[in-house]
Structures are given as C-alpha cells and as structure tokens.
C-alpha cells in the first residue's frame, strides 16, 4: 500500500466519531488496517535482519580468508605493480607465486597454460584479464567439488563418520555439525568413538549436555568399534534420524590406527550394509600441502566421501583446497574460518573464490 493512501486511511478511521469507530463494520476497518501494518513492519524487520545476518557471513569468509589473500591476490598484485600489460617473463614470476601459495603444481600448470592461450592470441594481457582468467580457472577446479551434505530422509539413522588426525578440529567440527542439524530438526545421536584420547570422549559429552542430544561413549581405551556399533544399535531403536561418530586421531601414516577405521567400517556394516553413509575427513589447513596426502591416504583406507577444511581463518596456507578439488574431485561440504557454531559453513565454490579476491570492504553478490 503507497504511503499517501495508508497515511490518508489512517486520518480518516481516526477522524470518525468514537461511537462510529468502536462499533459495527467501521472498528473491523480499523482493526483489519492496523493488522495489516503490523504484518507490513514484520515483514520488513526480519526482512532487515536476514540482510543484516547474510552480510555478517559474507563479511566473515572475507576476513576469515585474509591471510590466504594477502599471500595469493596480493602477491599476484605485486608482480603486476606498475605494468598494464604482462610478457614471458611476468608469466614466469606467477607461476612462482602460484606453486609458493600452496595451490599445487597442477592447479599452477593449468593456469599458466591459459594465460599462455591468451598471451598467443593476444600478444598482450591487461591485469584485469589476467586476474579474470585466474579466478576463472580457480572456481572451475572447485566447482566439481560444490556438493553439499545431504541428509537421505529414505535412511535412518543416517551415519556421519568423522576421521582425521590428531588437532585437525574433528571433535569440534563434530559438535557445530550436530548443532547445525538439530536446529534444523533433526534428531541427533553422537558417538565418542575417539576411545584414544580422554578429552575428546569427554568434549563430546559436553557437547550432548548443552544441546540435549545424546552421546554413547565409553570408559577411555575402550574398542572404538564397539562403542560406534552399539551406538548406531541404539540409534535404531531410538528413532534418530542422523548419528554421528568420532574417531580416534590418527597419523595417516600409522598402519594400526588405519586398520582399525577399516574395523569400524565393517562393523557398522553388520547393522547397515550401507553405512556409513558419509565419511567426512577433517583437515587442518594450516597444514598446506600435506592435507593432500593425509586425502589420498584416508581415500584409499576408507573411502572419503566428503571434506572439511578447518583453521581457513589461521593460516596462509588455504590455497590447498585447490590443489585438493584438483587431484580428488572429492566433495568439500564444509569449512571452518573461527571458532563460533556459525563458522562452520557449507562450502560454496564460487563464495570462495569471491571472497578469496575480495577486499575487506567489497561487496560480494549473491
């Protein structure tokens, strides 16, 4: 409604005689106006505040990103400080940039060959074309890799198997997971499989406690497997539509403890022969290059079904996840960038990529 016709709405019940406004068709009027108002205010306020909260989150990866694009976007500008158009030798000095900024040699390899396409056809780039082109190539790597988690409705409980090593945010990234999806209505179970290390029995219990969800565990030293099993067990009888199991901390280097996620998996499959049905590898960004060996490693014990990178807001390092989607094409369906239950966000390719270049000020499109 235009603001002249409510403001005039509005003077006329007002201007009527209290007899006639407080009785018969004319209090409806009034009372069906000022409803409506209301429902306009409404609107707009959580309009406003949805706003308000998608900005917060885009501002967010922005920061959270800063130390990757200090060491990639402005280590790219500084080659390009000063000159409007690059040659043989300009190409040379990024491709150095590229392999020391932790993208990995395929991800550099595959960008200088386009820029090489482009310098043949054109003899000489701009800047500008040279970042595009670069970006470009960055979210078409990661794009194979944009599969979110999704929770079957056809499978109950659905299992998340979480493994990792050691200090890579795994029992943490468990319980913001777990948060995330019972505020989604979702009934949840946690299993404290980490039987290894008595603080991470004792973080997940923690977890259970402040969100009303509950956690099976076991004294310390306990078999992992057997804890995961009888979970997933109650799980069932239970009615719980997602059950989500830590795992021990291991090396990926550590022959014992990879033989023992292989007994986890076969156990579970004496209930379910489908589960579980995601295992979600944890890895540390500030790590760089070696998160794509701990992938490879993980991959070949278990299967890896989808990633989650933490730390991003730690480290210089996060140009891995290029090198990660370019050698493993496996799905990345979260990252960490702090340590509120909203920092853990599900991964967005070309968000990513946006904010990666982005300057703390600049505005992102949705």
């Known amino acids: 409604m235009p603001r002249c016709w409510r403001e005039r709405t509005v003077i006329l019940i007002s201007s009527l005689a209290p007899t006639a406004r407080n009785d018969g068709p004319f209090a409806t009027l009034e009372n069906s106006v000022l409803k409506m108002f209301k429902f306009f205010k409404k609107n707009k306020e959580t309009s406003d505040k949805n706003e308000t909260k998608q900005v917060g989150v885009?501002?967010?990866?922005?920061?959270?990103?800063?130390?990757?694009?200090?060491?990639?976007?402005?280590?790219?500008?500084?080659?390009?400080?000063?000159?409007?158009?690059?040659?043989?030798?300009?190409?040379?000095e990024l491709e150095v940039k590229l392999l020391t900024s932790d993208v990995g040699v395929a991800v550099t390899k595959q960008i200088i060959e386009q820029l090489k396409i482009k310098l043949k056809h054109e003899k000489n780039i701009e800047y500008e074309a040279v970042l595009d082109t670069i970006k470009s190539e960055l979210e078409n790597i990661l794009e194979p890799c944009n599969k979110p988690l999704i929770i079957s409705k056809d499978i109950r409980p659905f299992v998340v198997l979480l493994v990792g090593v050691n200090g890579s945010g795994k029992t943490t990234t468990i319980g913001k997971l777990a948060k995330k999806l019972l505020d989604n209505s979702y009934k949840i179970m946690l299993a404290a499989g980490d039987t290894f290390r008595a603080a991470a029995i004792e973080q997940l219990k923690i977890w259970g406690e402040r969100n009303n969800i509950i956690v099976v565990a076991q004294k310390q030293g306990s078999d992992s497997a057997a804890v995961i099993y009888d979970a997933l067990q109650a799980a069932k009888s239970r009615d719980i539509d997602v059950l989500i199991a830590d795992t021990a901390g291991r090396l990926h280097t550590h022959h014992g403890f990879?033989?023992?996620?292989?007994?986890?998996?076969?156990?579970?499959?004496?209930?379910?022969?489908?589960?579980?049905?995601?295992?979600?590898?944890?890895?540390?960004?500030?790590?760089?290059?070696?998160?794509?060996?701990?992938?490879?490693?993980?991959?070949?014990?278990?299967?890896?079904t989808g990633i989650c990178i933490t730390k991003l807001d730690g480290t210089a390092k996060g140009g891995v996840i290029f090198a990660i989607a370019q050698e493993t094409k496996i799905p990345i369906r979260f990252i960490g960038i702090g340590e509120s239950i909203d920092d853990l966000k599900p991964f967005d390719a070309k968000e990513f990529v946006a904010a990666l270049f982005c300057e703390e000020t600049c505005h992102i499109e949705e």
């Open 258 to 304: 990879m033989d023992e996620l292989k007994k986890v998996k076969r156990i579970l499959q004496k209930i379910d022969s489908s589960a579980p049905h995601e295992v979600l590898l944890v890895l540390d960004a500030t790590i760089g290059q070696n998160a794509l060996n701990q992938v490879k490693q993980f991959n070949d014990v278990i299967g890896v």
């Open 58 to 92: 885009v501002s967010k990866l922005v920061s959270g990103l800063k130390n990757t694009h200090s060491v990639l976007v402005d280590g790219i500008k500084e080659i390009f400080s000063g000159k409007r158009e690059i040659d043989q030798k300009t190409l040379e």
